[in-house]
């Protein structure tokens, strides 16, 4: 199994910028992808950024250019760089890890940190 734990939400103005960090133990090898996904109230929870092992990137089309997402492997922690933030932004997100489980890829959440975004 992978333990994540979210850290690094709040409360921001409109253009602030922060940092979520996802803490990861656990069997946390092999891992395909790991991830930031987010879910606002009344929404359906979204992809935000993947980050592949071979090193492939993926943004949502409303974050290019603000998010950066990141692993360090020595820390087992993924990081979410977010600038420039909009109250659209605000959401409860979740880090993700993508690895097999008895062969078959398997999703891991963690518990979620909240973001708002003021205006």
């Known amino acids: 199994q992978v333990q994540l734990a979210e850290s690094g939400g709040g409360l921001v103005q409109s253009g602030g910028s922060l940092r979520l960090s996802c803490a990861a133990s656990?069997?946390?090898?092999?891992?395909?992808?790991v991830g930031w996904y987010r879910q606002a109230p009344g929404k359906e929870r979204e992809l935000v950024a993947t980050?592949?092992?071979?090193?492939?990137?993926n943004y949502a089309d409303s974050v290019k250019g603000r998010f950066t997402i990141s692993r360090d492997n020595a820390q087992n922690t993924i990081y979410l760089q977010m600038n420039s933030l909009k109250p659209g932004d605000t959401a409860v997100y979740y880090c993700?890890?993508?690895?097999?489980?008895?062969?078959?890829?398997?999703?891991?959440w963690g518990q979620g940190t909240q973001v708002i975004v003021s205006s």
């Open positions: 980050l592949t092992s071979g090193g492939v990137l």
């Open positions: 993700n890890v993508n690895r097999p489980r008895y062969m078959i890829p398997t999703d891991y």
């Open positions: 656990g069997r946390i090898y092999s891992i395909n992808a």
